[in-house]
């Protein structure tokens, strides 16, 4: 496939969003720039390949196929399978939200912890999370757990673009930031307190590197009013600990 051609087709399925999963060509050919004539053809291509599908009210989403070859990636086959009897162990000890994330981004500057798992039951509480969603690193637990991995230089990078606030209680200021990290590392766990919703608070471990996998982490998410930071992290990272152990063995 030609360069241009699939950086259409790119510009194309990143239309789509967790906001927005799905969209008329109108919208689409607003977006990409795509004269309408090309965008049609390629529309039908992506359909006719089950990358794409339509869908109501002449709209577009993403195709089953699409989906079939990303259950492919390393992240699921590997990974998150590995992961699943983990986090299920995890989840029966807390009764809390579990979450496996990797560190996802071409540079640090565009980093964000990418979610390849999740655990919830009836009782855990609401959270923003969803597999295949992204969220910041500074302000989620397994985010700063992911960022407590990193060394001095990857940190500087990210820390040249502003800390963005998702509540009044998100860290914004390198400083602190870096103090907590330090923390983190020390202790072998990071934590989160309403940083990303208010009322909840997070506990996450980083996994040891695993070779050709991203940086991992895993972590509970629990209500400010049952959290029991030295009940959580020993269990967060046992967890840790177990996975590491059998992605080596399964390499």
């Not at 330090?182 to 309403?194: D, I, M, N, S, V």
């Not at 471990?205 to 982490?217: F, M, R, S, Y």
Request: glycine share 8%; with cysteine.
């Amino acid at each position: 496939m030609a360069d241009g051609m699939l950086t259409r087709v790119v510009s194309v399925l990143s239309c789509f969003t967790e906001d927005e999963p799905d969209a008329t060509a109108g919208r689409i050919a607003q977006r990409t720039g795509i004269p309408s004539s090309t965008l049609h053809r390629l529309l039908a291509d992506l359909v006719a390949e089950g990358l794409l599908a339509r869908g109501p009210g002449r709209t577009y989403t993403i195709g089953a196929r699409l989906w079939e070859l990303g259950e492919l990636s390393p992240l699921s086959l590997r990974l998150r399978e590995t992961a699943l009897s983990h986090m299920v162990r995890l989840y029966e000890a807390t009764g809390e939200n579990v979450h496996l994330a990797v560190l996802d981004g071409a540079t640090p500057e565009t980093s964000a912890a990418l979610y390849v798992g999740r655990l919830t039951g009836s009782d855990s509480i609401p959270t923003l999370s969803r597999m295949g969603g992204r969220h910041p690193l500074h302000t989620t637990g397994v985010g700063k757990a992911l960022l407590s991995t990193r060394d001095g230089e990857w940190l500087d990078r990210f820390l040249t673009v502003p800390l963005e606030r998702e509540t009044t209680r998100s860290v914004t200021d390198p400083d602190e930031l870096r103090e907590q990290l330090a923390r983190a590392r020390a202790r072998g766990y990071a934590t989160t307190r309403e940083e990303m919703t208010l009322g909840n608070i997070s506990v996450a471990a980083p996994v040891a590197p695993v070779e050709d996998l991203p940086p991992i982490a895993i972590g509970v998410v629990v209500h400010l009013d049952r959290a029991d930071e030295r009940r959580l992290s020993p269990l967060v990272v046992q967890a840790a600990r177990d996975l590491h152990h059998d992605l080596r063995s399964s390499h």
